[in-house]
């Protein structure tokens, strides 16, 4: 596709669900990223790929957080046990080369009740 | 340490122009600037590295003070169209030239 994609755009789970946030990015890009950004806020950095490898997860917030990139392409963002406070928009984002301007996709907006 | 921008918010007539400061407590390596409005993706603008860089892009402009470790964002002449949030993104200078930390954004409100 042309840009970042993200599905689903809207995601309603119940508190204690797992969940799982999938990212298309611009085709030959090498350089993936997370963000999750609630309202009033900028995007909050999770976790950047270089390729197929997870070069730093200190964003996540803990191990309920997990994220993977089996090709070096799509990306799923997974989240177990979800709780409100994961309620959020998760941005992804890829770009060229790491350090590149990055482009965003439109964002999955999670809702847990 | 995340990027104060300032101000929080203002108000324009078209036409008018803007300023938008981001400072940062820590040694930058570059800047990037993104606009965003409601509901969709923020959309890049422009990234300044250390040097004391200043970029043009259309009317819109930034300079980066490395020794200050602030950027601004010059909006000259500012159109219906330039009405969003706009955030900074800093990168820090200790090595990791990927992962940026973003200020709580600046809603600029551009009216006829």
């Known amino acids: 596709g042309a840009g970042v994609s993200q599905t689903p755009s809207n995601k309603v789970t119940e508190k204690g669900k797992y969940v799982e946030l999938r990212c298309d990015p611009i085709?030959?890009?090498?350089?993936l990223y997370w963000y999750r950004q609630s309202l009033g806020q900028g995007p909050e950095f999770l976790i950047y790929?270089?390729?197929?490898?997870?070069?730093?997860d200190s964003g996540l917030p803990n191990d309920r957080f997990f994220a993977v990139r089996p090709e070096g392409s799509v990306s799923t963002l997974k989240i177990q046990r979800t709780e409100r406070g994961d309620s959020a928009v998760y941005l992804c984002?890829?770009?060229?080369?790491?350090?590149?301007?990055?482009?965003f996709g439109p964002g999955t907006r999670l809702t847990v009740l | 340490q995340q990027p104060v921008q300032s101000p929080q918010a203002v108000i324009l007539r078209e036409g008018e122009d803007a300023v938008i400061n981001c400072s940062s407590s820590?040694?930058?390596?570059?800047v990037h600037w993104y606009r965003q409005k409601h509901g969709e993706a923020p959309i890049f603008l422009m990234i300044?590295?250390?040097?004391?860089e200043q970029k043009g892009h259309d009317k819109i402009s930034a300079s980066f003070n490395e020794k200050k470790q602030q950027s601004s964002l010059y909006l000259t002449a500012s159109q219906l169209s330039y009405s969003g949030t706009y955030f900074c993104?800093?990168?820090?200078?200790?090595?990791?030239?990927?992962?940026?930390?973003f200020g709580k954004g600046t809603l600029l409100t551009v009216n006829p």
């Open positions: 820590k040694a930058l390596y570059s």
């Open positions: 790929f270089q390729g197929t490898g997870a070069a730093d």
């Open positions: 300044l590295l250390k040097g004391g």
């Open positions: 085709s030959g890009h090498t350089a």
């Open positions: 984002a890829s770009s060229l080369e790491s350090g590149a301007k990055q482009f």
């Open positions: 993104g800093t990168e820090g200078s200790g090595g990791s030239n990927y992962k940026l930390t």
